[in-house]
């Protein structure tokens, strides 16, 4: 008789120790918003993210993408989110130097040559000191995912030295950094969101742009501008964010997960992005783009003509972050 009560007792603890995580984990419905098409490497790492963290909750945590800018541009979706009404979104980091300036050393141009460093300078203390900031803004980060190296695209001409862009009305985040980049290469840079950004290329309110590849290509930027121009002035990351209001309900156990879920994501979707990119040229050039690279010579001179915005920039800035990035970019190219 002993035993079989010993027996059950087990079983008893065996089954509240499965039934305890599950019972910390609660259906829900994460509304997770974004600018990119449902074809764009931003969108399949919100798929892969949304089937990881299915498997871990055993189907209680569900996202729901709403991609394509369906939620509103990354302003109207950052306001979402700090109110509580949209649960996730994966914006450039570039949205979010209105809240938090020093976001602004990711955009500074010609930082990182490689892959390798912008991946280090993200994952490493400089990015995690950034998302350090972000709680207090109503705003819950998980890490950064691979928008790509940005590029310039336009009707008139090709981008071959810093003086090509003089003149040129050229789309750009409305963000300060990116604003006084491009006036000090003389062209007219008009902050704009970018849902309005094609029907303005094709309405001539604007010449061109400056996107990744995968995103020119997704976008069909091809049919509104003739010339794409590797200028890879800046490398551009998504920062994927969660709202405080919707992460501060969650469980301990729900929160390893959405943790969890999104490194594992990170990894696929940077793969995914960065093939997409060395397609997206080919693509490009297939559906009649003229393209360009430019010359290293004439990239060093466009980082001189920069220098000086982004100096004015860094000294804005909280000095102990900038030490941070500046000795993370020195570790880097080591």
């Known amino acids: 008789m002993k035993s079989i009560v010993r027996g059950a007792i087990a079983a008893a603890l065996v ?10 984990v609660q259906e829900r419905v994460i509304k997770f918003g974004h600018l990119n098409n449902a074809d764009h490497p931003v969108s399949l790492g919100v798929k892969r993210f949304a089937e990881l963290l ?16 369906q939620l509103g541009n990354e302003l109207q979706q950052q306001s979402a989110l700090q109110g509580g009404v949209q649960e996730m979104s994966a914006p450039a980091t570039t949205s979010l130097a209105g809240i938090v300036k020093e976001f602004g050393l ?6 990182v040559a490689s892959y390798a460093q912008a991946d280090g300078l993200l994952d490493g203390p400089l990015g995690q000191a950034l998302i350090a900031r972000l709680p207090e ?7 950064y995912w691979d928008l790509g190296f940005r590029n310039v695209t336009n009707s008139k001409r090709p981008i071959t030295k810093p003086e090509d862009l003089e003149g040129l009305k050229i789309r750009v985040i409305p963000n300060p950094v990116f604003l006084e980049t491009f006036k ?9 969101p970018f849902a309005e950004l094609y029907g303005a290329l094709e309405a001539k309110a604007v ?18 501008n003739k010339f794409v121009s590797a200028t890879n002035h800046v490398y551009a990351a998504n920062i994927i964010l969660v709202s405080k209001r919707f992460w501060d309900r969650l469980s301990p156990v729900e929160q390893r997960m959405m943790n969890e879920a999104a490194n594992e994501a990170r990894a696929y979707q940077r793969q995914t992005s960065r093939a997409a990119a060395q397609k997206a040229v080919a693509e490009l050039q297939a559906k009649g783009m003229q393209f360009n690279e430019v010359a290293p010579a004439e990239q060093a001179r466009m980082r001189q003509i920069a220098k000086p915005v982004t100096d004015k920039f860094a000294a804005s800035y ?3 972050i900038v030490k941070l990035y500046n000795d993370e970019l020195a570790r880097l190219a080591k």
């Open 106 to 111: 990711v955009d500074f141009p010609f930082s």
């Open 318 to 320: 909280d000095p102990a």
């Open 184 to 192: 000090a290469f003389k062209a007219n840079p008009v902050p704009m």
């Open 137 to 143: 803004k109503g705003l819950v980060a998980l890490g």
């Open 15 to 24: 089954f509240a120790a499965a039934a305890a995580p599950a019972q910390d």
């Open 207 to 224: 010449d061109g742009q400056e996107n990744p590849f995968a995103v020119i290509l997704s976008n069909k930027f091809h049919e509104v």
């Open 54 to 69: 299915a498997a871990k909750s055993g189907g209680k945590l569900k996202v729901q993408e709403f991609p394509a800018s």
